[in-house]
T-cell receptor, first 114, second 116 residues
Framework: AQSVTQLGSHVSVSEGALVLLRCNYS??????LFWYVQYPNQGLQLLLK??????LVKGINDFEAEFKKSETSFHLTKPSAHMSDAAEYFC????????????FGKGTRLHILP | EAGVTQFPSHSVIEKGQTVTLRCDPI?????LYWYRRVMGKEIKFLLH????????ESGMPNNRFLAERTGGTYSTLKVQPAELEDSGVYFC??????????????FGPGTRLTVL
């Protein structure tokens, strides 16, 4: 079975500050891991994905995430927050190399303070 | 290239009525998935088509939900009769099949269903 835990349903950071959104996963098989973002009134957009290649994954808009197997974590970071980063972020897992369903975390809403 | 499209974007219906949601996947994507997010909860898988065949429907909540994908192109999800707890956002996603392993699932904008 697979599951995802996102720590913090709401996170607030100041504009220009570091963004850190935490995600821990559980999987009995090799996982693929994803971060999706949902901007207000829009659909889910893929931010980045880990598919067993490099453990440090770079995504759009200067976001990146590091796969740490020993910690079963896949935290999302961005060096400097921008007002346009305000959105809801979803960490997700699926079994590697299978056409299979994605298991999502509950989401973290990121607020950017001016 | 057009992304995944869903229709309608919003639907408000009375309890007991029927609603049909439509999803058009990205052209050439054989995999099509339906997900749902009930307010305050996580996004949950409903079912998975490969072309016109149901590969996995383990997430379908009950027999009031019927999904079809005739011809392996667009898909419909019918809720009949709708209940209050069916309210939520219904997402569709599609992906290619590459050499036996799946590619990224691309999501549509969702249909927000409100049952009164």
């Amino acid at each position: 079975a697979q599951s995802v835990t996102q720590l913090g349903s709401h996170v607030s950071v100041s504009e220009g500050a570091l963004v850190l959104l935490r995600c821990n996963y559980s999987s009995s098989v090799p996982p693929y891991l994803f971060w999706y973002v949902q901007y207000p009134n829009q659909g889910l957009q893929l931010l980045l994905k880990y598919t067993s290649a490099a453990t440090l994954v770079k995504g759009i808009n200067d976001f990146e995430a590091e796969f740490k197997k020993s910690e079963t974590s896949f935290h999302l970071t961005k060096p400097s927050a921008h007002m346009s980063d305000a959105a809801e972020y979803f960490c997700a897992v699926k079994e590697a190399n299978r056409d299979d369903k994605i298991i999502f975390g509950k989401g973290t809403r990121l607020h950017i303070l001016p | 290239e057009a992304g995944v499209t869903q229709f309608p974007s919003h639907s408000v219906i009375e309890k007991g009525q029927t609603v049909t949601l439509r999803c058009d996947p990205i052209s050439g994507h054989d995999n099509l998935y339906w997900y749902r997010r009930v307010m305050g909860k996580e996004i949950k898988f409903l079912l998975h088509f490969v072309k016109e065949s149901k590969q996995d429907e383990s997430g379908m909540p009950n027999n009031r939900f019927l999904a079809e994908r005739t011809g392996g192109t667009y898909s419909t999800l019918k809720v009949q009769p709708a209940e209050l707890e069916d309210s939520g956002v219904y997402f569709c996603a599609s992906s290619q099949v590459l050499g036996g392993s799946t590619d990224t699932q691309y999501f549509g904008p969702g249909t927000r269903l409100t049952v009164l």
